[in-house]
C-alpha cells in the first residue's frame, strides 16, 4: 500500500512538471509563433541535448549526495582537445579515444579530492573548474581551433530520420543510463550512499568507490558534450559553455532529484532537461536581454531548490509519521 501511495505521488511529481512544460510552451507560443513549430522544437532538443549529457551524470551524482561545478569548463576544455588533436592529423576514432580517456582522468581528479584530501564537493570541482577552464586556454592560445575533418564535422552535421545525431546519442545515454539507475546493483548503491554513507558503508558497500565511478561517469559524458559540440561550431572553442552545470542541476534538481541525495530518477530528469531548455530558448526567441535572461536563469534555479526543499519536508513529515505509527 505504501509502495503504491510512493508511486503514485511521483506520478504525480511528473504531471506536474509536464503541466509546466505544457505552460510553458503556451507562454511563449503565444509571444511567438515560430515558437511550436517542429523546426523550433528540433533546435531545442539539439540545443538541449548537452545540458542532457550533463545531467545524466549530475542524477548520478547528486543522489550519490555529490555534485560537480566543473562541466561547462571540461567540455569546453575537451572541445578544444579534440580539435587539436584532429588538427594535427589522428584519426577521428583515435581523437576520440583520448579525448575520452582525458574527461575520465578529470573524473578522478574531482574524485580524489572528495574521497582522499575531503573536500566538499562544492569546492572541490569549483578547484576543477577554474583550472580546466584555464587549460582550455592554455593549450589553444586562447583562440579557436579549426576542425576541418570531414567524418569529425559529420558528428554534428548528420541526421537520421530528420533529428540530428547528437539528440538520438543524448536519447540513447539517458535510456541506458536510466535503467543502470533503476534496475541494476550499482544503481541501488547510488541510491544507499547518497541516502546515509554511513549506513551504506557498515552494510559493505564501499562509498568511495561508487563516487570515484560517478565522478568518471561525469568526466566520460562531458568529453562525448565536448565532441559534439565542437563538431556543431565547427571548432573548438575554450571560452565556451560557461553555466552550461548550473542548467544541468537546475533541470535535474526540477525532475524531482533531492539536492540532500538519495532520491530521484531518470525519468523526471528528462522532462526537466525539456523543460529548461524549452524556457531557455524561448526567453531568446522573445528576445529578453541577456542580462534578463541570466536573472530569469537563477530564478528557475531557485524554484527548483524551493520546491526540493519542501520535498524534502514533505517526506521528513511522512517518515516521522509512519514512524510513530511503527511504535
Known amino acids: 500500500m505504501k509502495e503504491q501511495a510512493r508511486k503514485l505521488k511521483i506520478g504525480g511529481e511528473k504531471l506536474t512538471m509536464i503541466a509546466a512544460i505544457i505552460v510553458v510552451f503556451i ?4 509571444l511567438n509563433h515560430n515558437f511550436f513549430t517542429w523546426t523550433n522544437i528540433v533546435n531545442i532538443l539539439v540545443a538541449g541535448s548537452l545540458v542532457g549529457l550533463v545531467a545524466i551524470g549530475h542524477t548520478y ?3 550519490a549526495a555529490q555534485n560537480d561545478l566543473s562541466p561547462g569548463a571540461v567540455v ?12 594535427a592529423g589522428l584519426p577521428f576514432g583515435l581523437v576520440c579515444l583520448i579525448t575520452v580517456i582525458c574527461g575520465s582522468i578529470i573524473g578522478v581528479f574531482n574524485a580524489f579530492m ?25 593549450i589553444c592560445d586562447g583562440k579557436p581551433v579549426s576542425i576541418t575533418d570531414p567524418t569529425y564535422l559529420l558528428i554534428g552535421k548528420l541526421r537520421i530520420f530528420g533529428v540530428p545525431l547528437s539528440v538520438w546519442i543524448m536519447i540513447i545515454l539517458i535510456v541506458v543510463f536510466g535503467l543502470i539507475l533503476a534496475k541494476t546493483t550499482f544503481g541501488r548503491n547510488i541510491y544507499a550512499i547518497g541516502g546515509n554513507k554511513d549506513a551504506a558503508r557498515l552494510a559493505g558497500l564501499n562509498p568511495k ?9 561525469m568526466g566520460i559524458l562531458c568529453s562525448i558534450g565536448g565532441i559534439i559540440f565542437s563538431s556543431r561550431m565547427n571548432s573548438g572553442q575554450p571560452a565556451a559553455n560557461v553555466n552550461l552545470e548550473f542548467d544541468a542541476i537546475t533541470a535535474v534538481i526540477l525532475g524531482g532529484v533531492s539536492f540532500m541525495g538519495g532520491v530521484g530518477g531518470m525519468g523526471g530528469t528528462i522532462l526537466g532537461i525539456i523543460l529548461i531548455q524549452s524556457f531557455n530558448t524561448g526567453l531568446t526567441m522573445v528576445n529578453v536581454p541577456s542580462f534578463w535572461q541570466y536573472v530569469a536563469r537563477g530564478a528557475l534555479l531557485l524554484f527548483a531548490l524551493t520546491t526540493d526543499y519542501i520535498r524534502k519536508q514533505k517526506r521528513e513529515k511522512e517518515l516521522l509519521e509512519a514512524s510513530m505509527k511503527n511504535a
Do not use: E, H, W
Open 27 to 30: 507562454i511563449f507560443s503565444a
Open 76 to 87: 569546453a576544455f575537451t572541445g578544444v582537445l579534440a580539435a587539436l588533436l584532429s588538427s
Open 61 to 63: 551524482l547528486i543522489i
Open 114 to 138: 572528495v574521497n582522499q584530501i575531503k573536500l566538499d564537493p562544492f569546492i572541490a570541482t569549483l578547484v576543477t573548474q577554474s583550472v580546466i577552464r584555464g587549460f582550455a586556454y592554455i
Open 209 to 217: 568507490k561508487i563516487i570515484l565511478s560517478s565522478f568518471i561517469l
